[in-house]
């Protein structure tokens, strides 16, 4: 992976964070932090993913709204960035630590 890419990632990282925090007043979105951005190599696509703090269902809504709302923000982000094509962003729920969670409890029932 180039380095200028990892750079575009973490900016988008930063500034979807902020708009996330800020400018986006919706009710159903909940507590949300975004884990990881991977962007495709020609910059058309973004893919961020976000973990929810709650149940299921909370986190279900919270991928929906961002969803809804993923033209606001690429709006937003497009002022923030630099670079000449914004990419297309899409939400996906990060099942890291619920996967993490489920090798931890088959490692303890070897045991």
Known sequence: MSV???????IIKKDVTEIIQ???KDPHLG????????VTSDYSYAT?????LGQNARKEA????????KGYIRSLLS???????VPELTFELDKTFENAQRIEELIAKTK
């Not at 200028?4 to 973490?10: G, H, M, Q, T």
């Open 62 to 69: 919270g991928i929906r709204t961002l969803n809804r709302a």
């Open 31 to 38: 507590f949300c932090t975004i884990t990881d951005v991977k």
């Open 79 to 85: 002022k923030k960035l630099s670079i000449r094509k």
């Open 48 to 52: 961020i993913y976000v973990s929810f």
């Open 4 to 10: 200028k890419l990892e750079r575009i990632e973490s």
């Open 22 to 24: 800020f400018d986006l």
